[in-house]
């Protein structure tokens, strides 16, 4: 984990928010904007970081992308496994900075940014007379040194040198030589794969296929990619690899469901046409999924050709909410819907959705294939009875 950025939707009266750990993704994070019903104008904003707690809650004179910030986040990874490149980090951004720029800049040539473990001025100021790194000191006399106060001089040294003490250390942020690595393009985009395999070479009968180098094959990808794949871990098609990961960015599509590479042309079928839906759509899509009882590709195709005979509503939050909804389409137009809120209970809803054979999922209400979510609901018939089965003829 770099750091967490809260998703707000934007809307008065809106209160949509989701939180997504960067770096990810990006189908990622659309999926967690598909649970929280987020589909409308959003503002992105660091919420936590850990190792650089000076971003969280950073006001920017621009919005960052979501680009951008996930990229911010890959380079704090980075810089984190060296802590005084993380230090120094975090010692540079006591200056302003105002754009997210700045702050990806910054995390380029650390190195030259002295960084001592020391955790106070007096301790400085020993190291300074220690190392006689003070000017003008070079003259004094060495009975007079130890007269010195290291506390002033470590003060007098931070002032001359513009530096900070920070998690026990003290770095010198002055010496700083700028890098511009990031300035009209990013130098890397989002990743945003729908299936992402490590794939090796089938292992000899006695050979251990975790010995063998492995590739990652992310989906969609196009034929010529998969056989240069293959080719690196000693195959000629991408079929006769094997597979030692799997990850997937549709939660309802798991490693149970992907048996062997075999399937692996299937699979990059899906991922394509995925890829390819619109986000209503594709939240509708993991939507069927849940509801629906399906195993292997063949159904998941089947589900993706009938995509529009499902119904869906990705803005309904709580269950109740759809009741509300309901009353709402089966009553006159000049009826007052405010009257509505609050009436309806969760259990109205819940017999309502099973009489129409709708679910409610994590990302909305849908139907079964080929129904309806606000079909109207009619009572039985009842049975007529004679008047000889009353008794009415004697």
Not at 95 to 105: C, L, Q, V, Y
Not at 359 to 378: C, D, N
Request: proline share 4%; charged share 30%.
């Amino acid at each position: 984990m770099a750091f967490e950025i809260a998703i707000d939707e934007l809307g008065i009266g809106n209160d949509k928010v989701t939180y997504v750990t960067l770096p990810a993704n990006k189908n990622a994070v659309i999926d967690a904007m598909d649970r929280e019903k987020i589909f409308g104008e959003t503002f992105l904003r660091i919420n936590e970081c850990d190792e650089v707690p000076e971003l969280a809650e950073h006001e920017f004179r621009e919005e960052p992308t979501l680009d951008e910030l996930n990229f911010l986040a890959k380079r704090i990874k980075e810089i984190s496994e060296e802590k005084t490149e993380i230090l120094a980090y975090r010692a540079l951004l006591q200056k302003p900075f105002d754009t997210i720029r700045e702050a990806i800049n910054r995390t380029y040539n650390l190195q030259t940014i002295p960084v001592y473990p020391c955790k106070n001025v007096y301790a400085y100021g020993e190291i300074v007379l220690e190392n006689e790194m003070l000017e003008g000191l070079e003259d004094v006399p060495d009975e007079m040194y130890d007269l010195l106060d290291p506390d002033k001089v470590g003060r007098a040294m931070m002032e001359r040198e513009g530096s900070v003490f920070i998690g026990g250390y003290y770095a010198v942020p002055s010496s700083y030589d700028p890098a511009l690595v990031y300035d009209k393009e990013l130098p890397e985009r989002m990743e945003d794969w729908v299936f992402r395999l490590e794939i090796t070479g089938n292992p000899a009968e006695d050979e251990d296929v975790s010995a063998k180098d492995s590739e990652v094959l992310t989906l969609p990808a196009d034929e010529e990619y998969m056989r240069q794949l293959a080719e690196k871990v000693g195959e000629k098609h991408i079929d006769e690899c094997v597979y030692v990961g799997f990850e997937s960015a549709i939660p309802q599509i798991s490693d149970v469901c992907f048996e062997s590479m075999e399937n692996i042309y299937e699979l990059n079928d899906i991922a394509r046409r995925y890829s390819e839906l619109s986000r209503e759509d594709a939240a509708k899509f993991k939507a069927v999924l849940e509801h629906e009882l399906w195993r292997g590709f063949e159904k998941i195709n089947a589900i993706l050709n009938d995509l529009d005979c499902y119904e869906f509503d990705g803005t309904v939050n709580y269950v109740s909410e759809f009741g509300e909804k309901y009353l709402s389409e089966m009553l006159p137009p000049d009826f007052d819907r405010s009257l509505l809120k609050g009436a309806c209970t969760a259990e109205f809803a819940q017999k309502i959705i099973s009489a129409n054979e709708c679910a409610f999922t994590e990302y909305g209400v849908v139907s079964k294939h080929g129904g309806h979510l606000f079909l109207v609901v009619e009572a039985p018939e009842q049975e007529q009875t004679s008047d000889f089965e009353m008794g009415g003829i004697s």
